[in-house]
């Protein structure tokens, strides 16, 4: 494996790390009931924060399981952006939760390249001609 590709690597697992592991402990507390109800009660939250709280830890799981890693940045994106939602719906800092996103996207870009394949532009010329197509065109 090439040197580069392995610090890559290194350096998206140690992201995801800091993003599940942080998921993981709030998530936890969360669950277990440890959240402040006092902070529960000044979101104003509908759902009982259990729910969110077992989201958090699926999304985290998700994202740390190799095989899963792609559909984890998929989930802890839409809860990293729910939770910006939130604290700006209440008028509240959002800068800790951007940068849980943004290291998110980073540590996919790093660990799991094959994420942002969709986005690759290849041309006609790129791409083998089958017979499917080969008739098409004749």
């Known amino acids: 494996m090439n040197a580069s590709r392995n610090w890559k690597t290194i350096a998206g697992w140690v992201l995801h790390g800091l993003v599940g592991g942080s998921m993981l402990l709030a998530g936890s507390a969360k669950v277990l009931g440890l959240f402040p109800p006092e902070q529960v009660e000044k979101l104003g939250l509908s ?3 259990q729910v969110i709280g077992a989201g958090e830890l699926v999304s985290a799981i998700l994202l ?14 839409g809860f990293w952006g729910g939770a910006i939602c939130l604290h700006v719906s209440k008028g509240e800092p959002f800068v800790l939760q951007s940068v849980f996103l943004l290291l998110t996207w980073v540590g996919a870009y790093l660990r799991v390249p094959g994420t942002f394949a969709s986005f690759a532009v290849s041309s006609l010329r790129e ?6 197509t080969k008739s098409l065109v004749a």
Do not use: N
């Open 64 to 77: 740390l399981v190799p095989r899963t890693a792609s559909l984890g940045v998929l989930l802890t994106s």
């Open 47 to 49: 759902v009982p924060i």
């Open 127 to 132: 791409r083998p001609i089958t017979d499917a």
